[in-house]
Structure formats: C-alpha cells, structure tokens
C-alpha cells in the first residue's frame, strides 16, 4: 500500500501539474482515444509507457497473452469482447492495435501443453492460442525460436478474431477502422510492427 501512495504522491507532485488542463478537459468533454490497443496483462508491458502516450490518447484492454477471443454469444460474461464493442462502437476508435510481447508466459503455457486442471478460469482461455499452434504445423516445442513464432502467430490469429466481430468487419469495411499487430521485446526495448502486405514481423527503428 505504501508503495502505491508513494507513487500516487509522485503522480500529484509531477505528472498532474503537467497534465492538469489536458485532464480538465478530458472531464469535461469525455474522451475520444483514436485507437484502442489490446495487450498483455504482463506487467513488464505497459502500452502507455511503450508508446510514451499522454492521457486520453489510447483506449487499453489488458489480458493473460493479449488474446481475441471468437465472436459468440451465450453463457457467462465477455469482457474483452464488451470493450472492442465500447471503443469501436460508442468510441469510434480509427484502429485497434493488437500488442504482443517477448516471453509470454501463456503463450509459453500453451507451447509447453501443461496440463493446469487447478484452474479455474486459465486453462480455457489459454486454449484460446490452440489454433495459432496448429498454424505453425510440427514444431520443436522446446526451441526459442518455437515460442517467438508462436507469439507472432497469436498476434496474426487474434487479429483474424477481430473480423469475427461484425461491428468491427463493417467498419473495417467502411474504411473507419485498420487493425495492426505489433510485439514488444522486454530484453531489449525494441518493437516489431506487423507488415501485413507481406506477413512478417519488422523491427522499428
């Protein structure tokens, strides 16, 4: 706890006098994010602090892998899928960019096949990175290079998963919205960008 009003502390003494009108403003007229970014729960993988964003800027949805789920109805609650529908529907974002990292534990998890029955809620949703392994055919499963393709390969998938969503495949239609793809590397800062003309991976310099 002491930690957290340390920060917030920091937070009044250094960030807000900079950021005060910005936030004024940002109350006063609500928000209007020109992307919404989809990423890991990790927390090496901050999107506000990788992209150097200012308040108001990005719309964020967090979870175990940055995945996409299926478009579906039916029992329980769908959180992820409630907030591309928030930010491409009320927020009208003008792109969704799906940010992958380096050294994903559940991308990991689900490379190695470990069998988690004393989960409750993690062992299905990690499933979800199944057909992105299938993708990749006969893999060595224990090579590094196995888990980085994976990871790129999740990022691909999730974004086929986006034009599942038939809010979203109108407006990628319409020309108001663009979906990207990108991965962070933790060990050493640097960022690939997803050509999508040609299916590859490019580092950003």
């Given at each position: 706890m002491e930690r957290l009003i340390d920060g917030y502390r920091r937070f009044r003494g250094a960030h807000w006098p900079e950021y005060r009108d910005l936030y004024r403003e940002l109350s006063q007229y609500g928000q209007k994010p020109p992307v919404l970014v989809i990423a890991c729960s990790d927390s090496r993988v901050?999107?506000?602090?990788?992209?150097?964003?200012?308040?108001?800027?990005?719309?964020?949805?967090?979870n175990v892998a940055n995945l996409v789920p299926p478009a579906e109805k039916g029992d329980g609650?769908?959180?992820t899928s409630a907030a591309l529908e928030f930010a491409v529907r009320v927020l009208k974002v003008g792109m969704i960019l799906v940010?992958?990292?380096?050294?994903?534990?559940?991308?990991?998890?689900?490379?190695?096949?470990?069998?988690?029955?004393?989960?409750?809620?993690?062992?299905?949703?990690?499933?979800?990175?199944?057909?992105?392994?299938?993708?990749?055919?006969?893999?060595?499963?224990?090579?590094?290079?196995?888990?980085?393709?994976?990871?790129?390969?999740?990022?691909?998938?999730?974004?086929?998963?986006?034009?599942?969503?038939?809010?979203?495949a109108k407006a990628v239609e319409a020309g108001d919205l663009t979906l990207q793809g990108a991965r962070f590397r933790v060990f050493d800062g640097r960022l690939e960008w997803?050509?999508?003309?040609?299916?590859?991976?490019?580092r950003v310099t």
């Open positions: 901050d999107p506000a602090v990788i992209f150097d964003a200012a308040p108001g800027e990005m719309f964020v949805v967090r609650l769908h959180g940010l992958g990292h380096a050294d994903c534990g559940g991308v990991s998890s689900a490379l190695r096949g470990m069998p988690m029955d004393d989960f409750e809620y993690l062992d299905d949703w990690i499933g979800l990175i199944d057909p992105a392994l299938q993708r990749l055919g006969d893999i060595d499963r224990q090579a590094p290079e196995s888990k980085e393709a994976l990871e790129r390969e999740s990022i691909r998938l999730s974004l086929d998963r986006l034009m599942t969503f038939p809010f979203i997803l050509d999508k003309g040609v299916g590859t991976f490019e």
